[in-house]
């Protein structure tokens, strides 16, 4: 939805006003709490006896955000690990920006210099066995193998998402940590966003009316020349080889300790990548990624199944291609040339279940996403469309809300409005003459909006100390069966898309102790 910037002004004061008059009570009482605003929102307090140790596996891009977002007073970072000489480097380093600190701007050049570098998790584990949980962001194919190992050292795991390559290794992850009585944390960062937690508050009061659509996206431009970050080596083998001559040298000695004549040989045998090419550009194969619907997608859908009260999806259908990368005529020649095998471009379809669909079939609401890559004017979001308002999450960082017109009330996207008290109690929207946004818009502004990664890990932390030797008692936001759901449903689309088929989703699949998995049912796959 494209605005004015008077017009997202309007509905960001819209949205603060209407939290700041149903969430009243509780923003007073998390505004006068000691701790921060993460653990006054979602329920959690300092750590009693120091920081949790911990060992972060996978320094890459989305380890970088980590350790930058990771907080000192709850964890402790004794190790780190990363196949890659370049990632070690740039998790000390970082890359020069505020996304990406690395340890020394973060901790301090000194403290950061204690932290120690290894190769992979095995050298982590064996170098430092008193360290009580890790913190894993390697590439997809790895995540399952890389958390049982640690689980089975004795580890608590918060896994980024996806959660696994597939079904079934979510299943074992989920079984491991329960043989081992450790805590499996899955990374979907929203469940920790206090912007996302307010927005459902207003879903839930059911000041947003009934939800029947919601529709979600992540379109980006990668048709410009080197413009895709998921390739960063470039198209030729000779600027592959200058840009990561570090990360081979260190891997050729390492393949040659481990007996290893051949580099792919010992990356393909040890970790699960079939080329040095394949570590790197991971994100763009199917063996060792997951495709736009689980780098993405899984965000979105992640997002849509909190506003639906985490409900189980009922069936799915799409299409995907590959459109741009590898045809012929469109792009540079070397665009044309890419030999990537995930799709490009996305577009699925969801049904979830609305409150009384046990009683009615007819109570759905449906759920698009669209994921493309040749262009950006909607980046990335969700809008849910109500019959009483309509909400804009907007890259996560800002909410957005409209009330809809009636006969008596006005609405739309230039309307101010407010929140009154409806005739059975609950909050409803009304329209407003005011020409500014009220004192209860002021409270409920929290400032610079934090995207859940910090909180999430400190969630983890205090859920380690206070639950740690009873961890199915753990008040985890996503734990492994959430991560797993969230899994299946980015995972089944791409079965869908692969197989053109509109697939039922099967109560067995999120059932960690069936074996049931959509990727071996034989009405998916023939």
């Not at 070397?334 to 009384?356: A, C, L, W």
Request: hydrophobic share 35%; charged share 25%; aromatic share 8%.
């Amino acid at each position: 939805m494209q605005l004015t910037p008077e017009q997202e002004q309007l509905g960001k004061d819209n949205f603060r006003d209407a939290v700041g008059i149903t969430r009243r009570k509780f923003l007073v009482g998390a505004a006068a709490a000691g701790s921060t605003l993460g653990a006054a929102y979602f329920g959690y307090g300092a750590l009693t006896g120091g920081p949790i140790k911990v060992g972060f596996i996978g320094t890459g891009d989305e380890g970088s955000v980590l350790l930058t977002q990771h907080p000192p007073e709850y964890m402790d970072i004794v190790a780190i690990a990363d196949l890659r000489a370049k990632n070690r480097v740039r998790a000390l380093q970082g890359d020069g920006d505020e996304i990406r600190w690395g340890l020394n701007r973060k901790l301090g050049a000194q403290r950061a210099q204690q932290v120690k570098l290894f190769r992979d998790h095995k050298e982590l584990l064996n170098a430092h066995k008193d360290i009580e949980a890790v913190v894993i962001a390697v590439p997809l194919c790895q995540h399952a193998q890389v958390a049982i190992d640690c689980l089975k050292a004795g580890k608590h795991v918060l896994t980024e998402k996806l959660m696994a390559h597939n079904v079934t290794q979510c299943k074992q992850m989920i079984r491991t940590a329960k043989e081992e009585k450790k805590l499996l944390a899955v990374g979907h960062q929203r469940h920790y966003n206090v912007l996302y937690d307010n927005a459902n508050a207003l879903i839930q009061n059911g000041m947003l009316g009934d939800l029947k659509f919601i529709r979600a996206q992540w379109h980006r431009n990668n048709s410009f020349p080197g413009s895709d970050s998921w390739r960063p080596g470039g198209y030729t083998a000779e600027s592959f080889a200058n840009k990561f001559k570090q990360d081979i040298a260190g891997l050729t000695d390492f393949a040659k300790e481990k007996g290893y004549s051949n580099l792919d040989e010992f990356l393909q045998k040890e970790f699960g990548y079939p080329s040095m090419d394949r570590l790197v550009n991971w994100r763009l194969y199917n063996n060792t990624g997951g495709g736009l619907m689980a780098e993405l997608g899984s965000h979105q859908l992640d997002a849509a199944s909190i506003f639906l009260d985490k409900v189980q999806p009922i069936a799915c259908m799409g299409y995907g291609g590959k459109n741009f990368y590898g045809v012929k005529g469109i792009g540079s020649k070397d665009q044309q040339s890419d030999d990537r095998d995930i799709d490009d471009h996305v577009y699925m379809t969801f049904e979830f279940p609305g409150k009384n669909f046990a009683e009615d079939k007819n109570d759905v609401c449906i759920v698009t996403y669209s994921s493309i890559s040749t262009n950006r004017s909607e980046p990335y979001g969700e809008t849910v469309f109500g019959s009483r308002g309509t909400l804009i999450m907007k890259q996560e960082l800002e909410a957005i809300l409209f009330k809809e017109a009636t006969a008596n009330s006005k609405g739309g996207i230039d309307q101010r409005l407010y929140a009154i008290d409806g005739s059975d109690g609950k909050p409803v929207l009304a329209a407003s003459a005011s020409a500014g946004p009220t004192k209860a818009a002021a409270s409920a502004d929290v400032g610079k909006v934090s995207r859940g990664y910090t909180e999430e890990m400190e969630h983890f932390a205090f859920c380690i100390r206070n639950f740690g030797k009873n961890p199915e008692e753990a008040p985890l936001r996503c734990p492994g069966k959430q991560g797993m759901k969230d899994a299946i449903m980015a995972l089944t689309s791409n079965l869908a898309m692969k197989h053109k088929k509109r697939i039922v989703f099967k109560d067995e699949w999120f059932d960690p102790d069936s074996d049931a998995v959509p990727e071996t049912d034989k009405e998916i796959i023939g």
